[in-house]
């Protein structure tokens, strides 16, 4: 694009024209048809951390600590390292109960992270937690504990 000095030969329209002028009236050529239907946007489910009804192991507490008890194996290399402590979890129970997105807080290591992530894919379907009788995803905590016997 370059800028041309030549004089206009046309003045701009004056007021009274454009007062006069029905502007929209005439159809301009173009694509029928509908236009694209608007973006769906995927709401993902909300993940509460409190709810009226937090989500349960099946049988309850002593059940899920009965339950780490049995399944939970001591890596060999915290063993031999003499490694013990508290792995802090994190997992979703989503809405049907299943355990979704484990994750390692605090850990320890020596293999201990990995056995606690392990153990906590491996859980059986929990009860739901609710929010106003609902079944909803709820963020849970657990502390997983690694003692030498």
């Known amino acids: 694009l370059e800028a041309v000095d030549e ?8 007021q009274e024209v454009l007062t006069e002028t029905n502007a929209g009236t ?13 973006p ?12 009226e009804e937090m989500p349960s192991f ?16 001591y890596p060999p290399m915290a063993q ?9 979890m994190t997992f979703v129970v989503d809405e049907h109960g299943k ?10 290591g020596g293999g201990c ?7 906590v894919k491996a859980m059986p379907p929990w009860e739901p937690g609710k929010q106003r009788g609902k079944p909803v995803r709820v963020q849970y905590n657990l502390p997983i504990r690694f003692t030498l016997k």
Request: hydrophobic letters at 35%; aromatic letters at 6%; a negative charge.
């Open 113 to 119: 992270d990995e056995e606690a992530i392990r153990v």
């Open 80 to 88: 031999d390292a003499g490694i013990t402590g508290v792995v802090y």
């Open 26 to 38: 005439v159809t301009q050529e173009g694509e029928n048809g509908e236009a694209p239907p608007p």
């Open 99 to 108: 355990v979704k997105d484990p994750k390692v807080l605090r850990g320890i």
């Open 7 to 14: 004089p206009v030969d046309e003045p701009p329209p004056t």
């Open 58 to 73: 099946p049988g309850g507490e002593a059940e899920l600590f009965k339950y780490l008890g049995k399944t939970v194996k």
């Open 40 to 51: 769906v946007e995927v709401e993902e489910p909300t993940v509460f951390t409190i709810v």
